[in-house]
């Protein structure tokens, strides 16, 4: 058995096959530029255990350690930005639990290391938060839960002049849009699009508070 895949039942069940990450790497050198931009927003809607999110949370934590490892507070403020621009689904709940602590692991692999001295526990809290909204146990063919009607529901996260501001949008809502002048929670790079309205808005709150919403 290959490390792309797990058991010969999960491939004739679900079609479970993981990308390498040469071809994830070769896919993400095409959108390279995006990948550079800590908002950027990355949607895979069949993530596995992650492993073309973890790739991109690995070039985004490259930006950030570039450009804030001297700045611990803007390092930790642009981590929620960067955190909260990767969502992913998965029908199987097993996949998308990895997936979360890969990610969860990996930032907290190049936080500890850059700041040792102190670890601010709301920005864990914080990550740990918005991983469990971005990474979805649910179904991307019919845009619902897994083993439900409920409609898979993804949190926008925007820093607004140092608050955080969510809002929530079906994922129903987000693929059905049409061109406009505004931009989306997701969208091809250059690419003008209408935003749904959200299905539940929050008020602004300190951004490494987002778990209390």
Not at 166 to 171: G, S
């Amino acid at each position: 058995m290959n490390n792309q895949v797990k058991s010969e039942d999960r491939v004739t069940d679900f079609g479970e096959v993981n990308t390498s990450p040469r071809e994830v790497n070769a896919m993400l050198d095409l959108v390279k530029q995006e990948t550079e931009r800590l908002d950027s927003r990355f949607l895979e809607p069949a993530c596995g255990d992650g492993n073309f999110l973890i790739e991109v949370l690995n070039r985004k934590l490259h930006i950030l350690v570039k450009n804030f490892k001297k700045n611990q507070y803007e390092f930790e403020r642009n981590s929620v930005v960067a955190i909260g621009s990767i969502y992913g689904v998965d029908i199987l709940e097993d996949n998308a639990q990895s997936a979360r602590d890969r990610l969860f692991n990996r930032f907290m692999v190049v936080y500890e290391t850059h700041f040792p001295k102190y670890l601010n526990q709301n920005l864990i809290q914080t990550v740990k938060f918005i991983l469990d909204k971005n990474i979805i146990h649910g179904d991307a063919l019919t845009l619902n839960q897994a083993n439900s009607s409920n409609p898979v529901i993804f949190c926008e996260w925007a820093i607004i002049n140092n608050k955080l501001k969510r809002r929530d949008f079906t994922l129903a809502d987000l693929l059905a849009y049409a061109p406009f002048e505004k931009g989306t929670l997701f969208a091809l790079m250059g690419e003008e699009v209408n935003i749904p309205e959200p299905v539940n808005e929050y008020p602004l709150v300190n951004f490494y508070e987002a778990f209390k919403t």
